[in-house]
């Protein structure tokens, strides 16, 4: 029982405020796992990004009640962001990093550009298993995503694919989504 209790004083909680980011960055720690817990009745976006070009490593949507752990390496920063008109509750707790005792498996080839938007509409996206993203009007988003991975856009209730990443994309390019979402709708 009191270890329950001492583990509870050992979580932050933060209020995200509607439609806004909230980052949370360690700069002295060589890397550092989180643990989060949704206490909101609304999902919260929570991502590991880059320092040097904000660029998406990991991201997903936490639903409300759940808990997930994430693993920050060296060189990101863990961001929380909140998609509604209400505020989010989030608790977390921080596990230092561990140089040297990582285990190094086989890289996934990867490929990082932009998505941009240059509507002014919001385009909510799908990125299955990495994150659902919604690229606000006249904006660019980062992402580094494995090749093969499939970008979609939901229409009338059915998916539909926009892009699905190769090795052909050149590092750092920006793509722009309207000419994605017009070239899959008006493919028939």
């Known amino acids: 029982m009191l270890f329950a209790q001492k583990r509870d004083m050992e979580k932050s909680t933060i209020i995200i405020p509607p439609k806004q980011v909230v980052v949370i960055d360690y700069p002295n720690y060589k890397g550092f796992g989180v643990k989060v817990w949704n206490k909101a009745k609304f999902e919260v976006g929570i991502s590991s990004r880059s320092k040097k070009t904000d660029s998406l490593q990991k991201g997903f949507g936490l639903n409300k009640g ?106 750092g390019a920006r793509i722009n989504v309207a000419d994605l979402i017009d070239r899959a709708l008006n493919q028939k």
Not at 132 to 147: A, M
């Open 66 to 171: 759940a808990s997930a752990s994430l693993l920050i390496e060296e060189d990101m920063y863990l961001q929380f962001e909140n998609r509604f008109f209400a505020p989010l509750e989030v608790q977390y707790t921080i596990y230092k990093g561990k140089p040297g005792k990582k285990k190094v498996g086989e890289l996934t080839p990867q490929r990082g550009f932009y998505l941009v938007n240059t509507t002014a509409q919001a385009i909510p996206l799908k990125i299955p298993g990495i994150m659902n993203p919604n690229l606000s009007p006249f904006s660019k988003s980062g992402v580094d995503l494995p090749i093969g991975q499939k970008i979609l856009l939901s229409v009338a209730g059915k998916d539909v694919l926009l892009l699905t990443v190769t090795d052909s994309i050149p590092k």
